[in-house]
T-cell receptor, first 114, second 111 residues
Framework: EADIYQTPRYLVIGTGKKITLECSQT?????MYWYQQDPGMELHLIHY???????EKGDLSSESTVSRIRTEHFPLTLESARPSHTSQYLC?????????????FGAGSRLTVL | QKEVEQDPGPLSVPEGAIVSLNCTYS??????FMWYRQYSRKGPELLMY????GNKEDGRFTAQVDKSSKYISLFIRDSQPSDSATYLC???????????FGKGTTLSVSS
């Protein structure tokens, strides 16, 4: 059973709209991440946070922004959506286990921009 | 050259077959190796993780790491239709550093 929740699961919107993808986790993890996943491509890290008020950009450039005001909540916002933003967005949090950074993923938010 | 290479498949096998999934990598600093399974319309879930070289077994699943060849494998014994999913390898360097993912291999097990 997932301890990390993403909403909405599916979203179809028009170009220029502002959208926020929600992500919440109940595990108390400090580290949280947003990945972008496209068919046949690697997961790409677009944002991460190591704790409250800490956010960093990942290795894939993204026009989205994130915030981390509470430990359990890590929303992603697109101010003006474009068709190039169409993708699957995966939120994750992590726990150190035997030194490994083990990620727990949400079910994803599939965004389609028309 | 990508840091992690993984054949996307698809790979189709009959029920009961032994499946071998593989990844190669180029960064010799990688020390932590993981396999995630992703069902359709779901997020990836951790299957196994290993540190450095060697084998690790968990039920029908065995993970192998050969650091000298920069090659990791996941073996699935007695494969079941419920194993049909995309399998992603992931790896990282020092403890706590970012995971680098492969593209994933799509596996289909037919009954």
């Amino acid at each position: 059973e997932a301890d990390i929740y993403q909403t909405p699961r599916y979203l179809v919107i028009g170009t220029g709209k502002k959208i926020t993808l929600e992500c919440s986790q109940t595990m108390g993890h400090d580290k949280m991440y947003w990945y972008q996943q496209d068919p046949g491509m690697e997961l790409h890290l677009i944002h991460y946070s190591y704790g409250v008020n800490s956010t960093e950009k990942g290795d894939l450039s993204s026009e989205s922004t994130v915030s981390r005001i509470r430990t359990e909540h890590f929303p992603l916002t697109l101010e003006s959506a474009r068709p190039s933003h169409t993708s699957q967005y995966l939120c994750a949090s992590s726990l150190r286990r035997d030194g490994a950074n083990v990620l727990t993923f949400g079910a994803g938010s599939r965004l389609t921009v028309l | 050259q990508k840091e992690v290479e993984q054949d996307p498949g698809p790979l189709s096998v009959p029920e009961g077959a032994i499946v071998s999934l593989n990844c190669t990598y180029s960064n010799s600093a990688f020390q932590y190796f993981m396999w995630y399974r992703q069902y359709s319309r779901k997020g990836p879930e951790l299957l196994m993780y290993t540190y450095s070289s060697g084998n690790k077994e968990d039920g029908r699943f065995t993970a192998q790491v050969d650091k000298s060849s920069k090659y990791i494998s996941l073996f699935i014994r007695d494969s079941q239709p419920s194993d049909s999913a995309t399998y992603l390898c992931a790896m990282s360097g020092q403890a706590g550093t970012a995971l680098i993912f492969g593209k994933g291999t799509t596996l289909s097990v037919s009954s």
